[in-house]
């Protein structure tokens, strides 16, 4: 049997200047062909095929919708030539920011299968990831870094825990309301960044008591005085914060 590939989808055809009233719009069979593409639990953030009611629109809205439909195209194939590229560089890093990705494809599981346990470090950077399953955790066991900065999540998997070798994660300008205590658990992690999200209290205790800690961002979070005030005689790692009264956008 030969490497596993993730097949390329070809980016839509932009449709006719006068779109269709009946039958499917131009450019669904292509948001088909690029779910085939990356699995059945794909999910890339597209737009909606345009109704009836929007078949008179001006021209420029129809250019803007077969715009974003060209990029979903360009998307799917990037996701696809940056997972092949690792597998066939034996790569010990896959790079996914940038890809528009609401959840991780699950047909990228299947093709990285006998080369998942070598990977140290995902970029998963700048998407729109609403979750991570267990099943991510569970399959890049063997990560030391994780990049997840600029996305929407609000929480972490339980198993997050389960990453025994993660040294840093990034998890900046996320949605974050509470901070992800799981993280305490991880014994070689020496780096967490949460920075710009909207943290109010933080378990300082169980951060102190990590043994590798070296830094931690809380940079433009509305942490509350307590945690203010009892953080700086407990901890022996790098604590960074905004002055008293900086807010981040998603707090505001």
């Known amino acids: 049997m030969g490497t596993p590939r993730l097949a390329c989808a070809t980016p839509p055809s932009p449709p006719s200047r006068r779109l269709r009233s009946r039958g499917r719009a131009a450019g669904v069979a292509s948001r088909s062909e690029a779910q085939r593409s990356l699995g059945a639990g794909a999910s890339l953030a597209v737009p ?10 001006c021209f420029s809205d129809r250019k803007d919708w077969v715009c974003m439909l060209k990029k979903m195209g360009e998307a799917v194939a990037r996701v696809a030539r940056k997972v092949n590229e690792t597998v066939e560089n034996d790569s010990d890093t896959l790079d996914l920011a940038e ?3 609401v959840s991780f494809p699950v047909g990228i599981y299947k093709v990285l299968w006998n080369v998942a346990e070598h990977i140290r470090l995902i970029i998963l950077a700048n998407n729109e990831l609403q979750a991570l399953t267990s ?7 063997q990560l030391q870094e994780l990049n997840l900065e ?7 998997p339980d198993e997050i825990s389960t990453l025994q070798h993660l040294k ?7 949605q974050f309301q509470d901070f992800p205590e799981k993280l305490t658990a991880l014994r070689a ?11 109010v209290d933080v378990p300082v205790e169980k951060l102190a008591a990590m043994p590798a800690l070296r830094s931690v961002n809380l940079q433009l979070n509305p942490l509350s005085p307590e945690v203010r005030a009892i953080a700086r005689p407990l901890i022996k790692f790098d604590l960074l914060v905004s002055p008293e009264g900086a807010r981040s956008d998603s707090a505001q």
């Open 150 to 156: 600029g996305n929407a999540l609000r929480r972490l």
């Open 135 to 141: 099943k991510f955790m569970s399959t890049f066991s």
């Open 189 to 199: 992690l020496e780096t967490i960044n949460l920075e710009k999200n909207a943290i």
């Open 99 to 101: 890809c528009k990705l």
């Open 168 to 174: 840093a994660i990034n998890l900046a300008r996320n």
């Open 48 to 57: 909606a095929s345009p109704s009836r009611t929007t078949r008179w629109r």
